[in-house]
């Protein structure tokens, strides 16, 4: 007999066929003489309804008290459903019971909390809410690939070990095979990394750019799309210690241009998930909708909002106006907006949410608050630096135009107290060739929150690494 998926089966509503599903129950109704099993296999939001008959199946005592989560497989007929809501459902003729739960499974009742959920990470899967925002993910990360390809670049995988800290915050998880109990170190007392795995001293990656930087200085325009991390130590809905991030890089494209790509990506991004994953941000909204009147808040949906998005230019202004808007909004902030300070999750919140109402780009930040690979500007004062803002999540992108002068990049590598060292390669781009380029960091999991509406970032990665959280 043909398997075929949930989704296909609604899809093609194969009425007639005799054919195999296999899957989770959902719900199990008894009655005396036939049950009901609902069943859901994770390729859609749809569940596949499947009546069973007591003289039907010679295991029907088992099969009718099966409890909610049980694992089977079905052989019965798809027939039109006379039931509201429903296209087709199956008439059960043979059920194997592949596994059985108990009382203690925790997903039982609708409407567990998100909290509660992230417990049970190995479980949440199963629920419609996390396929809903998995499938959301799968689509996000499709269109990446389309985008890019579409526009000519070329994937490229970073390491994911380096020796450098390529944004030069020092928030680096460190990596080596000493023994931690017994590090050998120098006579003034520092560590001895010759004798550790590779001689010197080793970390997971910040950032794919500097690797990507490489390769647009010989390829034209790349791509990363990769896990980074980050030893920030910082507990928000918007941090993840790991989490994943494409970073586009150019040759030939100033801070405009870099603008340009990113609005069109994003828009692109909110295009394909429309496009290929309506039911799943309906019932995604819907649960945020249900959640809100839980909490007595009010909820708005964001769906209508993220259409105009997609279809607006976004608003582009310099960090000195945003200082300017901050400070004459009358607003009260917990941190005031002060010229040559990094804006604030609240500043940039309000600049998206409440002031220009969508996702705004600030550029020509102080160049105290940035990178030390940021083209300067002529001022002395401010890099070319963009970061996207979106309403909900504040930050979603960051980027620049990269400084293109060696000598004007050693003198900032210093200025910083940095090593030139490490980054003598990524100062030979500079040497050999040099030429205008820029690019931006979007950080996936923010680019989930924002499309899904979820209001925690530890809700759209499989399994969130945040401080003193490293379950499963
Ligand atoms: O602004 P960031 O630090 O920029 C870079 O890493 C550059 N190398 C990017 C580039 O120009 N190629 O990070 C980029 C984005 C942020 O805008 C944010 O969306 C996300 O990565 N991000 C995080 N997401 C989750 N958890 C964290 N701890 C994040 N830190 C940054
Ligand atoms: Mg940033």
Request: hydrophobic share 35%; net charge negative.
């Amino acid at each position: 007999m043909e398997y075929l998926k949930i989704s296909q089966i609604l899809k093609d509503q194969p009425v007639g066929k005799e054919i195999t599903v296999k899957g989770w129950l959902r719900s199990v109704r008894k009655n005396k003489s036939f049950s009901f099993l609902v069943l859901n296999d994770g390729t859609c939001q749809g569940t596949l309804q499947v009546i069973v008959d007591a003289d039907a199946v010679e295991n029907y005592e088992e099969v009718s008290s099966l409890l909610i989560g049980s694992c089977v497989r079905i052989d019965g007929l798809i027939v039109e459903s006379g039931g509201k809501g429903q296209s087709v459902e199956m008439q059960g003729k043979a059920v194997e019971i592949y596994g059985k739960t108990d009382e203690s499974y925790p997903l039982q009742k609708k409407g567990t909390s998100l909290e509660f959920l992230r417990e049970k990470a190995h479980l949440r899967p199963r629920t419609n809410l996390f396929g809903a925002v998995f499938r959301v993910r799968h689509q996000l990360a499709m269109a990446t690939h389309k985008f890019f390809d579409q526009q000519g670049f070329y994937y490229l995988n970073s390491p994911i070990l380096t020796a450098v800290d390529a944004e030069g915050a020092g928030e680096m998880f460190q990596v080596s095979t000493m023994d931690l109990a017994n590090i050998p170190k120098h006579k003034d007392g520092s560590v001895d990394y010759s004798t550790d795995y590779f001689g010197k001293e080793t970390s997971l990656c910040v950032t794919g750019q500097l690797e990507g930087e490489c390769f647009a200085m010989g390829m034209g325009s790349v791509y990363t799309f990769g896990p980074t991390f980050r030893a920030e130590n910082s507990n928000t809905p918007r941090h993840l210690s790991e989490f994943w991030m494409i970073e586009p890089e150019v040759a030939f494209m100033d801070l405009e241009g870099n603008a340009k790509l990113a609005q069109d990506y994003i828009q692109f991004l909110i295009k394909h998930t429309m496009e290929n994953t309506s039911e799943e941000l309906e019932a995604i909204d819907k649960f945020l909708g249900f959640q809100a009147k839980q909490n007595k808040e009010k909820y708005e949906s964001h769906l209508p909002i993220l259409e105009k998005v997609r279809d607006t230019k976004f608003e582009v202004i310099s960090y000195t106006d945003a200082i300017d808007i901050l400070n004459k909004s009358g607003k009260k902030f917990e941190f005031k907006p002060e010229w040559g300070v990094e804006l604030q999750t609240e500043h940039e919140r309000f600049l998206s949410e409440e002031h220009f109402k969508g996702p705004v780009t600030v550029t020509d930040y102080p160049k105290d608050c940035k990178a030390f690979y940021m083209k300067q500007n002529e001022d002395g004062r401010t890099v070319r630096a963009m970061d996207v803002l979106v309403p909900g999540v504040g930050e979603i992108i960051g980027g620049s135009q990269r400084e293109e002068d060696l000598g004007k990049l050693k003198q900032r590598i210093s200025e910083m107290g940095m090593h030139e060292d490490p980054l003598w390669w990524y100062l030979e781009l500079r040497k050999f060739g040099t030429a205008p380029h820029s690019g931006f960091g979007l950080g996936f999991e923010r680019a989930i929150r924002y499309v899904t509406g979820m209001s925690n970032i530890r809700d759209v990665i499989p399994f969130p690494r945040t401080p003193k959280n490293c379950d499963f």
